[in-house]
């Protein structure tokens, strides 16, 4: 077994309203930040122990998809990286 990070990045989709980011976005431009657009994600890091990055990755996408992330409106992204 080897010892891996693997990073998800769970996100709205586009056309999914995002209040935060909106409030964001009108708070930087309040503050003379010119922003095209802006969108909230969340960022979760977790330490698996598997045979391989792929075995690492398909348990990591098998949980975003039963927890971390609602298939109908988010969007993630899986990076994996052995420890």
Sequence with gaps: ???YTATVTVRLKRGVLD???ETTQRSLERLGFEL???R???RFEIDVDAES???ATDRVDEMAERLLANPTIHDYDITVDER
């Design 36 to 38: 095209e657009d802006l």
């Design 19 to 21: 209040p935060e980011a």
């Design 53 to 55: 990055a792929e075995d």
């Design 40 to 42: 909230s994600a969340d």
């Design 1 to 3: 077994m080897t010892a």
